[in-house]
Nanobody
């Protein structure tokens, strides 16, 4: 089993910045890819950014150039630095991790953290 603990959400004005953190803990599983997803009211959950264990990243077009995903493998922690925030970035942000062992891979989700961009 893997537990994901997120932090860093909050209320910020347009143009502001926030940094989200997500730490994965497991006594038996290896943590593979990690990523961030978001879900705005009335919309489907969408991918924001992902990062592999070797540091390869992927972003949804709407956040390219504004958001940066990074990872500290020693701490099994991923970060999402969000700059130049816009009202349309308002959503619940969820951390996701792929983890497993012995050839089996499972996905795990965090509880979500609210990000609100408003003046």
């Amino acid at each position: 089993q893997v537990q994901l603990v997120e932090s860093g959400g909050g209320l910020v004005q347009p143009g502001g910045s926030l940094r989200l953190s997500c730490t994965a803990s497991s006594t038996t599983f290896s943590i593979y890819n990690m990523g961030w997803y978001r879900q705005a009211p009335g919309k489907q959950r969408e991918l924001v950014a992902t990062i592999t264990g070797s540091g390869n990243t992927n972003y949804v077009d709407s956040v390219k150039g504004r958001f940066t995903i990074s990872r500290d493998n020693a701490k099994n922690t991923t970060y999402l630095q969000m700059n130049s925030l816009k009202p349309e970035d308002t959503a619940i942000y969820y951390c996701k991790a792929l983890a497993g062992q012995l050839g089996q891979t499972y996905q795990y989700w965090g509880q979500g953290t609210q990000v609100t961009v408003s003046s």
